[in-house]
Nanobody, 130 residues
Framework: QVQLVESGGGSVQAGGSLILACTAS????????MGWFRQAPGKVREGVSC????????YYADSVKGRFTTSRDNAQNTLYLQMNSLKPEDTAMYYC???????????????????????WGQGTQVTVSS
């Protein structure tokens, strides 16, 4: 049974930083691409980043480029999201996901994770106050 558990969310003031972690079990972690997504109240879920199986290719949403960094530790089955220079508009529930069909990200990576057969965590809340 695949399980993804996010942690590290919380409340922070604008300009602050947080590190999210996603620990995976029940799968061969280093075989799959992983992603971070977020959903703010009343908005559709959006892709934040995608990292390939080896960690050598990472895609970011334009809204977080230069502020967020995604990494993975395959030995620890853990995915990370370092978030710096946080803005109130970063407030959302953050989810990690595994792309069960591939170890690679592509140009349309966000849509690929929304396909059937992928796995998602329960989310961790990030709130940024101005």
């Amino acid at each position: 049974q695949v399980q993804l558990v996010e942690s590290g969310g919380g409340s922070v003031q604008a300009g602050g930083s947080l590190i999210l972690a996603c620990t995976a079990s029940g799968l061969t972690f280093d075989s799959y691409a992983m992603g971070w997504f977020r959903q703010a109240p009343g908005k559709v879920r959006e892709g934040v980043s995608c990292i390939n199986w080896y960690g050598s290719t990472i895609y970011y949403a334009d809204s977080v480029k230069g502020r967020f960094t995604t990494s993975r530790d395959n030995a620890q089955n853990t995915l990370y999201l370092q978030m710096n220079s946080l803005k109130p508009e970063d407030t959302a529930m953050y989810y990690c996901a595994v792309r069960a069909a591939s170890g690679y990200c592509s140009g349309s990576w966000a849509n690929a994770f929304e396909e059937r057969g992928n796995y998602w965590g329960q989310g961790t809340q990030v709130t940024v106050s101005s």
